[in-house]
């Protein structure tokens, strides 16, 4: 049997296809601007046309793709260009109306959209019109739950749809399957995004925020992205109720979404017998108590404010949001903020929208170093790595294991890389675990803004 040759013009197609939807995406973001009457709004309509010329381009290439099923090598390349070419596209608005003055900044707050990170190089953010401010948040939602499953969910309008689309985007552990098809799961997992976001929009406007406000940290949250329409991020507000409205949020958003559909269908055994979930709460409630008490007994807070600010703070950098209710972060005892560090490398569940590690992957990590020593006591002995009550294969710990070294490798160089442009050790390292972990607020000179 022949080996099947890399389909190029597949990946154009879907590629194009992908294209359009992020000129209807533009389009939205430019009826928003032309609601609050803004001048961006010629500027996304330029955008949408832009994108939406070259996807048809793209689509027509590729329309006489003699396969429609994607393989592995297909799978790759499209999830690796569909990043780029959305974020290449998404930078028009920013740079065409002249709100970033530079292609690469623009690149870089559109990319830091798209990947939820959160990193931004706009000094005043409230200076920005409403559709920009739109288009940021809606970037970090439709990257939230990932470009790749929004293609997952619409493939069948082609006639196509692959599991190897699933596999190349949500590499590890695997991902539970709610349909047979992975095109319904897809679908299934969308839709729990969207009504999520849209309840959150409802309790924030009952909380006193404006309906704007509402959507954008509400599409934000959801993502675990981060971006906010203020300079001081939800402090701005100054609501105990929005922020706890948003911690709930962001927890949500940080467990896996599998794990909330069954929680819709009463199916709570799935939560209980879940071993990431159970960390995941342990976790939370450990760093919060622990922020909590030091917030309270070193720092001054009263108690009321202490659990809040460290219950908020320990979400926000576990789950890779990145919104803050203070920025004197840096200025509390060093043991309070170097938990952040751990923190944010974790992230949270493996099938949710944050960034990190994933709890999941540092389960199977202890539990293999567990199996080990227990080997060299009995180097005969079988001794499988267990996870959620069964034997994990062998392929899935290596590959958890390789993931781990890449992610260290990936640190000391970006590290490496920054420090010879001359910054300090404490603000490379940082930029480049809160880059690395999609959390968005730095250390140091990044704490605020990445603009240079």
């Known amino acids: 049997m022949s080996k099947a040759t890399f389909n190029i013009k597949l990946v154009i197609k879907l590629l194009g296809f992908m294209l359009f939807l992020e000129s209807g995406a533009l389009l939205l973001s430019g009826m928003v601007a032309w609601l609050y009457k803004g001048g961006d709004t010629q500027w996304f309509l330029l955008s949408a046309g832009i994108t939406a010329v070259s996807g048809l381009i793209f689509y027509f290439i590729g329309k006489q793709a003699k396969r429609t099923n994607i393989g592995k090598q297909e799978a790759y390349a499209f999830v690796t260009l569909v990043w780029v070419l959305f974020s290449f596209y998404g930078l028009l608005p920013y740079y065409l109306g002249g709100y970033i003055n530079t292609v690469t900044n623009a690149f870089f707050e559109t990319i830091s959209g798209f990947t939820t990170t959160g990193s931004s190089v706009i000094l005043d953010v409230e200076s920005m019109p409403h559709g920009i401010l739109f288009w940021r948040s809606l970037t970090q939602w439709m990257g939230g739950m990932g470009i790749i499953l929004l293609s997952l969910a619409v493939m069948p309008l082609l006639n196509m749809g692959n599991v190897g689309l699933f596999a190349a985007e949500v590499p590890g552990p695997k991902v539970d399957k709610l349909q047979p098809r992975i095109s319904g799961t897809a679908r299934i997992l969308w839709v729990i995004y969207l009504l999520l976001t849209l309840f959150e929009v409802v309790l924030l406007k009952l909380a006193g925020m404006g309906l704007f406000d509402a959507v954008c940290h509400a599409l934000t949250s959801m993502a675990t992205g981060g971006f906010s329409t203020k300079n001081n991020s939800i402090a701005a507000f100054d609501s105990p109720t929005i922020e706890y409205i948003i911690i709930g949020f962001m927890f949500m958003a940080g467990t896996s979404f599998s794990l909330i559909y069954w929680a819709f269908t009463f199916n709570f055994k799935k939560l209980k017998h879940n071993d990431e979930f159970t ?115 062998d392929n899935i710990v290596s590959t958890v294991s390789g ?9 000391f160089i970006g590290t490496a890389i920054l420090l010879s442009e001359g910054l300090y050790l404490d603000d490379a390292l940082g930029a480049v675990l809160s880059s690395i972990s999609n959390v968005g607020p730095g250390f140091g000179a990044f704490t605020q803004n990445y603009f240079m």
């Open 279 to 393: 960390w995941y709460v342990y976790i939370v409630l450990l760093v919060a108590a622990f922020l909590s008490f030091g917030l309270w007994h070193v720092e001054g807070l009263s108690l009321g404010d202490a659990i809040r600010t460290g219950l908020f703070q320990t979400i926000s950098f576990l789950t890779t949001t990145g919104y803050t209710t203070t920025t004197a972060y840096m200025h509390w005892e060093p043991l309070l903020w170097s938990v952040f560090l751990l923190i944010m490398l974790l992230g949270g569940m493996s099938g949710s929208t944050s960034g990190g590690i994933k709890i999941s992957r540092i389960i199977i990590l202890v539990r293999q170093s567990k199996c080990e020593l227990k080997r060299q006591v009995h180097p005969n002995a079988v001794i499988p790595v267990r996870y959620n009550g069964k034997n994990l294969p």
């Open 403 to 411: 993931f781990l070294v890449l992610y260290i490798l990936l640190v």
